[in-house]
């Protein structure tokens, strides 16, 4: 610990579990330097009420903050605490990401090297299932002078760090601390400073290479952690450690949530094809098996492609393949282990009409190829064999917009989608509109998208709002 002259135990109370819809109520500090301890706390007014909840968990009642000062007025005197020293707290991704952006809307930035003690216990003990803070407090005996309050647990962490002190052998305490204090070795051609104005919020990331062409692409709904694992140290993949050799520039971009962050990667990478991306590639000869009407069960699948069919509205379409040899090998592996003729199903060509096929000599084969099953129920045990790759038709009148984010936050945004394509997202309600004015007659069908738009809608976590159709006047 040499490199740390100064040990920051810190603790927050805050409005809720958001960093950046929620605020933080009270502070609490331990600094450690040497032999000289200083315990700090400050009650913080959020500028907005405090949840019933919360002021029964925390005890903090939107009385106490009302004198108190806002974060703005204390960010100078939080952030000369902070400097120079390594911040230690429970769950530290919870406190840091809230001081990060406390600190962003006051106009300061914090940077800083963090030790979690919830992933720190887990290394040390790792026989044991819990590590929350009520947990350690018991098994390590220590004394708590209250619960919920920032100051009091900030304590509890620095009493944990005596007592791993004399508890733990030094080298193994010094090996877990070094494994969890590895910084990432940043790129060579790109700024530190770039790192530290990431968000932890959800989005999507681009790699930039030498004249800036685009290397890679990709989304978290933790966009500065997930970012900084391309940069560890011992380069776990092989990709990893090439790329970050050649990263010449980050961008990012912001999204309202989980979903948009899925939605605008694969459609940055079809459209960009960023070299690095093997996954969520376009495929140009999406395909899939059309079934004849029960009416002519004679007939055998045909093969439907995306780019002459309306996959959103056609009936009776099943699996997504990305090419017609996927297509038959498929439909080949569904036909013999449901005892289905491949002659009728046109994977085969009958050797002469009424004689039974190959399979059926082999017992492979329910024999409608023969007469000896109907048609109609060798169809019907076609369908029941493909059912679970049925392909959901479009279930609205028109487009829809899938909303995500909190209300009232910059992120929230409308995710605009029609026909199991996606449009683009709004951040406000004239872009929606420009959106749906300039969307084509008949965007592509993206099979990766289809499975992003129908697992979110099947979970029901988004607010679906109907459109009007692009020719339809808004309504009033």
């Not at 887990?122 to 407090?137: G, I, Q, S, T, W």
């Not at 052998?169 to 940043?186: H, I, V």
Request: hydrophobic residues 40%; charged residues 25%; neutral net charge.
């Amino acid at each position: 610990m040499a490199k740390h002259e100064k040990l920051i135990f810190v603790d927050l109370e805050t409005t809720g579990a958001n960093p950046i819809v929620d605020r933080i109520t009270e502070i609490g500090i331990v600094e450690v330097q040497g032999e000289q301890v200083t315990h700090w706390s400050t009650l913080v007014n959020p500028e907005v009420p405090i949840p019933p909840f919360i002021q029964n968990l925390t005890g903090i009642s939107d009385a106490m903050v009302a004198t108190a000062p806002a974060f703005g007025e204390l960010a100078e005197e939080v952030l000369a605490r902070l400097q120079g020293g390594l911040f230690i707290a429970h769950n530290a991704r919870f406190d840091y990401g809230f001081l990060r952006n406390a600190f962003k809307a006051a106009g300061h930035s914090l940077r800083a090297d963090v030790l979690c003690t919830v992933k720190l216990s887990r290394k040390l003990f790792p026989e044991h299932a819990k590590h929350n803070l009520d947990a350690l407090v018991q098994r390590h005996e220590l004394q708590a002078m209250g619960r919920h309050r920032a100051l009091a647990d900030a304590d509890l962490l620095w009493q944990l760090w005596r007592k791993l002190e004399r508890e733990v052998a030094p080298e193994d305490f010094s090996s877990a601390l070094a494994q969890l204090l590895q910084r990432p070795s940043t790129p060579t051609h790109l700024a530190p400073e770039v790192l530290d104005e990431m968000p932890d919020t959800p989005g999507v990331y681009l790699f930039y290479g030498e004249n800036d062409a685009l290397l890679y692409v990709g989304k978290s709904v933790r966009l500065r952690q997930r970012v900084l694992s391309h940069f560890n140290g011992d380069h776990k993949l092989f990709q990893d450690m090439r790329m970050s050799q050649q990263i010449h520039r980050l961008e990012w971009r912001e999204t309202g949530g989980e979903l948009g962050a899925l939605l605008l990667e694969a459609q940055l990478i079809k459209d960009r094809q960023p070299i690095h991306n093997r996954v969520l590639r376009r495929q140009r000869e999406l395909c899939a098996w059309q079934l004849p009407s029960p009416d002519n069960a004679q007939e055998a699948p045909a093969l439907a492609y995306a780019r002459d069919v309306d996959f959103a509205s056609t009936e009776n379409l099943y699996g997504l393949f990305s090419s017609r040899k996927k297509a038959e090998a498929s439909l080949r592996e569904i036909a013999e282990s449901h005892q289905l003729c491949l002659v009728m199903l046109g994977l085969e060509n009958r050797v002469q009409a009424g004689k039974p096929c190959f399979a059926h000599q082999l017992r492979r084969c329910s024999g409608a190829c023969c007469g000896k099953e109907p048609q109609a129920l060798h169809q019907a045990r076609l369908m029941a064999a493909l059912a679970s790759l049925k392909l959901t038709t479009w279930p609205y009148q028109g487009p829809i917009a899938l909303v995500e984010g909190t209300p009232g936050s910059t992120s929230r945004q409308a995710h605009v989608v029609h026909n199991w394509c996606y449009l683009g997202s709004a951040n406000a309600e004239e872009d929606i509109w420009a959106l749906l004015e300039h969307s084509p007659a008949r965007p592509a069908f993206d099979v990766d998208t289809y499975k992003i738009l129908l697992r979110a809608l099947r979970l029901g976590k988004v607010k679906v709002r109907p459109l009007p159709r692009p020719s339809e006047p808004a309504a009033a």
